[in-house]
């Protein structure tokens, strides 16, 4: 099973942005729709971005829209999350992973358990 591989995460002031990365050894993300999901501290996970295949159709939450914008290259083996204006309820662990939209809201498909490795995002002054 390929496992996927969050990058890009790190500690930045509120206001300030950072770009995410998230591949699968090099290999081709071969998803009908991937996005982005995070987890803070004694929180359950939140999904944040989704990115539908077919149409390149983009989700995002409300707490994140406006704000982030998710992305793919050509290849279709690196998917990104531009984060810009972060605050501090944005820190936590942030996962990429399949997903869908569900009334509004982005999912994992149903017990989806292989969330692969995060990366940590820090905002605070």
């Known amino acids: 099973q390929v496992q996927r591989v969050a990058s890009g995460g790190g500690l930045v002031q509120p206001g300030g942005s950072l770009k995410l990365s998230c591949s699968a050894s090099?290999?081709?993300?071969?998803?009908?729709?991937i996005g982005w999901f995070r987890q803070a501290p004694g929180k359950g996970r939140e999904g944040v971005s989704c990115?539908?295949?077919?149409?390149?159709?983009?989700f995002y939450s409300e707490s994140v829209k406006g704000r982030f914008a998710i992305s793919m290259n050509n290849a279709k083996t690196t998917v990104y999350l531009q984060m810009s204006n972060l605050q501090p309820e944005d820190t936590a662990a942030y996962y990429c992973?399949?997903?869908?939209?569900?009334?509004?809201?982005?999912?994992?498909?149903?017990?989806?358990?292989?969330w692969g490795q995060g990366t940590q995002v820090t905002v605070s002054s």
């Open positions: 990115l539908r295949g077919g149409d390149g159709d983009t």
């Open positions: 992973a399949p997903c869908q939209e569900l009334g509004g809201l982005v999912r994992p498909p149903a017990d989806f358990t292989s």
């Open positions: 090099g290999k081709t993300l071969d998803y009908s729709s």
